[in-house]
């Protein structure tokens, strides 16, 4: 199945717009934070830096595996992998519940400004890979690039994102479920393509075994 561009250039369009949003939207969590508006900072997490992290997150690991970069083919695109779901879980897990907590007492710890602060860090550095592609491959990348996948999926890159967008905006919080789905889809879809890549050993009849074995016959 053919591949648009144009789809293709439209989720990393939509990528870089979310990358750029989430770590702007971090570094204001740190000037709120810093200048003691909990409240804001709350309000801006929870409106705003949740769902472009979502979408950053989603369109940075749908471009990877549904194109050649693949996830574990390139060292600087495994650090990005694993950046993500760092940044994910902190932000999720630590960084939200502990902004809600100082929007209710109205006070500001020190290790939520520093939270913040590593996160527009590491959004920093995975820029910077994404701009040089340091490092070379990982000893287990397969020898065949893996075809990039159908227009179908990058055009649900960019459908999934927008419909998990409005069902936040309508529940009052992120959930991005469609973009899961897509996700494991694209998963299942890439392990099929890898094993249709993959070579399979020939069947040699045993007179060409023994022609084989003997040129001069």
Do not use: E, Q
């Given at each position: 199945m053919k591949t648009?561009?144009?789809w293709r250039q439209a989720v990393v369009w939509l990528h870089v717009v979310s990358s750029v949003a989430w770590m702007s939207q971090a570094l204001a969590l740190v000037v709120l934070m810093a200048s003691g508006?909990?409240?804001m900072a709350d309000r801006l997490d929870s409106v705003l830096l949740a769902p472009m992290a979502n979408v950053s997150a989603f369109t940075?690991?749908?471009l990877a595996g549904a194109t050649a970069w693949g996830?574990?083919?390139?060292w600087w695109v495994l650090t990005k992998f694993a950046l993500t779901f760092i940044q994910l879980y902190a932000g999720i897990f630590l960084l939200s519940p502990a902004l809600r907590d100082s929007a209710h007492t109205g006070t500001v710890a020190w290790p939520q400004i520093a939270g913040a602060s590593l996160m527009a860090s590491a959004l920093s550095f995975q820029a910077?890979?994404?701009?040089?592609?340091?490092g070379k491959k990982t000893p287990w990348s397969p020898k065949e690039k893996p075809p990039t996948a159908p227009t179908w999926?990058?055009?649900a890159g960019i459908v999934a994102p927008a419909v998990d967008a409005v069902a936040g905006i309508l529940l009052g919080y992120p959930l991005p479920a469609l973009s899961l789905v897509t996700l494991a889809v694209l998963l299942g879809l890439e392990r099929r393509r890898r094993r249709r890549r993959a070579p399979r050993p020939s069947v040699r009849s045993p007179r060409s075994a023994r022609a084989t074995s003997n040129p001069t016959a």
């Open positions: 648009s561009p144009r508006a909990p409240t940075g690991l749908l996830y574990f083919r390139h910077w890979l994404s701009i040089a592609k340091p999926v990058f055009v």
